[in-house]
């Protein structure tokens, strides 16, 4: 009798260590959902991030040169933004306005560089105005005034100064001869010219 019930102890230990938990089947199924979710999560991430940087590096392709359009000059006369620029002189693009006196500062002082500048580096300086409808009309009368011997061009609905990413004035650029922008500065403080001068010398050595 001993025997028989030491029998079905056994029996009945072995059963129960290998009778399946009811709930095993739903765990396992859950497990499989969680890993294909996160399978699927792993993948889309990695996916956005190859496109973004594909996009960011085409974004950044366009932003280093100069758009393809046309501005009007002082004279109404349409001008090619691709025409601003010479094959191994650089170009110094301003944007400006009327209202804007660190603008008017630092173009007038530019003014006082400019033939020296010209002489070392070859540089071109093209001042474009973002005036509106309302102050376009004083650019001209402004220009005039201060005898600037710079290309002045007229920009009242922000088309090239969006294409170039400017949000606030002053803000220039130096372009290189090929028509790629090698460098920017936004805003103006006196002095800064002399960066100017230095980042002019380094294209043209």
């Known amino acids: 009798m001993a025997r028989i019930l030491h029998t079905v102890e056994v029996r009945?230990?072995?059963?129960?260590?290998?009778?399946p938990n009811p709930d095993w089947?739903?765990?396992?199924?859950?497990?499989?959902?969680?890993t294909k979710l996160a399978r699927w999560i792993?993948?889309?991430?990695?996916?956005?991030?190859?496109?973004n940087f594909?996009?960011?590096?085409t974004a950044s392709q366009s932003a280093n040169r100069l758009p393809e359009m046309e501005l009007k000059d002082m004279e109404g006369q349409m001008v090619a933004i691709s025409s601003l620029y010479a094959e191994g002189?650089?170009?110094?693009?301003?944007?400006?306005?009327?209202?804007?006196?660190?603008c008017k500062r630092e173009l007038n002082n530019y003014a006082e560089l400019y033939e020296d500048w010209q002489d070392e580096t070859g540089v071109q300086i093209v001042a474009v105005s973002i005036d509106d409808s309302r102050s376009v009309r004083r650019v001209a009368p402004y220009?005039?005034?201060?005898?600037?011997?710079?290309?002045?061009?007229?920009?009242p609905n922000k088309d090239f100064a969006r294409a170039m990413q400017v949000v606030n004035v002053p803000h220039t650029f130096l372009v290189n001869g090929e028509g790629q922008i090698v460098w920017?500065?936004?805003?103006?403080?006196?002095?800064?010219?002399?960066?100017?001068?230095?980042?002019?010398?380094?294209?043209?050595?």
């Open 25 to 34: 089947h739903q765990r396992l199924y859950r497990m499989n959902k969680i």
């Open 89 to 102: 002189t650089p170009t110094l693009i301003c944007f400006w306005a009327t209202w804007c006196s660190p």
């Open 184 to 205: 920017q500065h936004n805003n103006y403080s006196d002095g800064d010219e002399e960066e100017v001068y230095e980042q002019l010398m380094n294209l043209v050595e």
């Open 42 to 51: 792993a993948l889309t991430a990695l996916w956005c991030v190859a496109s």
């Open 143 to 155: 220009v005039n005034s201060v005898m600037w011997d710079y290309t002045v061009l007229l920009d």
């Open 12 to 19: 009945f230990e072995i059963e129960s260590l290998t009778l």
């Open 54 to 57: 594909a996009f960011a590096q």
